[in-house]
């Protein structure tokens, strides 16, 4: 830990000429825009909040009272417990789940929430909900929890009126920043559960502040990567500004195997371009490289336009994490998927995927369209109503809010459409794509 942080002490940040300052400030507007400490009045041409953050704590009787622990406390821990009951699911608290199980710890995932990833299509959520299971994880979702008592051991009383008992309690809710102290208010600025809203220069409302990591919130902000901090320090110094999509950032859950997800899910495209829309998937038990290498968990699944842009794309298996670099390049670079044999930087281990990934495509491409989403949820029912028109912007705004009840399709290649799903799992998939939309991605359950 020591070494880790020798980087980023105060000593080396002041040799890299970066002037450090511990202490609680707020912003004034009046009668110039700065922050003010106990002793000092900080004035800059551009402020950039990159804060702390603090986990959810949910309102659960007797929580407050119990010594719990955050998630950021298990590096300092002495022993392992033989036991452990993790309350949220964010992504830390399932990979850590995973993580005790694996080492003989005794774990319990208990969560309000139906679905264990809540930002994802239904399926691929089941899929990480079994690995769970078989890694040894008790997994209770759907299950509110109305009190929490200590004496020694911790005890968590459910709605249904069983106890769960463990020798650890941690607390895996959903982090948040912590912006309080700041009087953001008086610079117009209001962040709300997911944190503030930035444009594609990461500049809030105020056009003199920006932001970047935890202050942007959402489900995915301490599993996706971090160029948002490099993009947001050189547009607070320099010109010109740099831009960043937000739309095509990867995120990695890191469990065995990990989960790395891009883009749109398979039911937010068919919300916004119906028939247009296709999934590909290919199981990594279907290619070679998978079998020599002795692990076939997983499988690769890709949302792709009808004139071969990639929409999105959800990966399980050990090559995740690599996998998803690739495809959010191309995303990024706008590649067409039938125009991938001339990106010459694709990785040589995954070529087999890969093959097999494009070769899909083009048996489903020329399928005659049908009629889905009915015409009340069409994209065009859904227009900014000044102008009459869906603005772009608004469009990525609410796919990155709002969830849904995801398709459940078998294997193959198959469409993305409610008529259109091939195979047995067809009439499910039909009643699960009608299914209301689900909750937000910033649920903290």
């Given at each position: 830990m020591a070494l880790a942080a020798a980087p980023l002490s105060l000593s080396?940040?002041?040799?890299?000429?970066?002037?450090?300052?511990?202490?609680?400030?707020?912003?004034?507007?009046?009668?110039?825009?700065?922050?003010?400490?106990?002793?000092?009045r900080l004035r800059a041409r551009s402020y950039l909040l990159c804060p702390p953050t603090q986990p959810t704590v949910p309102a659960i009787p007797g929580l407050a009272s119990t010594p719990y622990s955050p998630l950021e406390d298990f590096p300092y821990w002495d022993t392992l417990p033989d036991s452990a009951i993790i309350l949220g699911r964010s992504p830390q608290a399932i990979?850590?789940?995973?993580?005790?199980?694996?080492?003989?710890?005794?774990?319990?995932?208990?969560?309000?929430?139906?679905?264990?990833?809540?930002?994802?299509?239904?399926?691929?959520?089941?899929?990480?909900?079994?690995?769970?299971?078989?890694?040894?994880?008790?997994?209770?979702?759907?299950?509110?929890?109305?009190?929490?008592?200590?004496?020694?051991?911790?005890?968590?009383?459910?709605?249904?009126?069983?106890?769960?008992?463990?020798?650890?309690?941690?607390?895996?809710?959903?982090?948040?920043?912590?912006?309080?102290?700041?009087?953001?208010?008086?610079?117009?600025?209001?962040?709300?559960?997911?944190?503030?809203?930035?444009?594609?220069?990461?500049?809030?409302?105020?056009?003199?502040?920006?932001?970047?990591?935890?202050?942007?919130?959402?489900?995915?902000?301490?599993?996706?990567?971090?160029?948002d901090v490099p993009v947001a320090v050189r547009n607070a110094l320099y010109l010109p500004y740099c831009r960043l999509s937000s739309f095509h950032r990867p995120c990695v859950l890191p469990m065995v195997p990990a989960l790395g997800r891009v883009g749109m899910t398979a039911h937010q495209a068919q919300r916004w371009f119906g028939s247009e829309a296709s999934v590909i998937q290919v199981y990594l038990g279907d290619t070679l490289a998978a079998h020599l290498a002795g692990d076939t968990t997983g499988l690769c699944r890709w949302v792709v336009h009808r004139d071969g842009r990639l929409l999105g794309a959800q990966i399980w298996g050990t090559c995740a994490p690599d996998l998803i670099q690739t495809v959010a390049t191309m995303m990024q670079n706008d590649r067409r998927i039938q125009h991938w044999d001339r990106f010459s930087a694709l990785p040589h281990s995954h070529v087999d995927l890969l093959e097999q990934m494009v070769a899909a495509w083009p048996r489903q491409r020329w399928e005659p369209p049908k009629t889905w989403p009915p015409p009340s949820t069409r994209p065009s029912d859904f227009?900014?109503?000044?102008?009459?028109?869906?603005?772009?912007?608004?469009?990525?705004?609410?796919?990155?809010?709002?969830?849904?009840?995801?398709?459940?399709?078998?294997?193959?290649?198959?469409?993305?459409?409610g008529s259109g799903c091939q195979g047995a799992a067809g009439n499910q998939l039909e009643a699960n794509l009608m299914a209301p939309r689900g909750q937000m991605t910033t649920d903290t359950q």
């Open positions: 080396a940040l002041a040799m890299m000429g970066v002037d450090t300052l511990a202490a609680v400030g707020q912003f004034g507007a009046r009668p110039r825009l700065a922050l003010t400490t106990a002793d000092r990979a850590l789940a995973q993580g005790l199980a694996r080492l003989g710890c005794a774990v319990t995932l208990l969560s309000r929430g139906s679905q264990l990833l809540p930002t994802e299509d239904a399926d691929m959520s089941l899929f990480g909900e079994q690995l769970l299971r078989a890694s040894g994880v008790t997994v209770r979702l759907g299950q509110r929890p109305t009190a929490v008592t200590y004496d020694g051991q911790f005890r968590v009383t459910v709605a249904d009126g069983t106890t769960i008992h463990g020798q650890q309690l941690i607390l895996g809710t959903a982090q948040q920043p912590d912006m309080a102290s700041l009087n953001l208010a008086a610079l117009g600025l209001r962040p709300g559960v997911a944190g503030l809203v930035v444009d594609d220069r990461l500049r809030t409302a105020h056009p003199r502040v920006l932001a970047c990591g935890p202050a942007l919130g959402g489900y995915w902000a301490a599993t996706t990567d971090c160029q227009q900014n109503p000044s102008s009459g028109k869906m603005l772009w912007k608004d469009r990525i705004r609410s796919i990155m809010v709002n969830q849904s009840q995801a398709c459940s399709s078998g294997s193959g290649c198959q469409r993305v459409r």
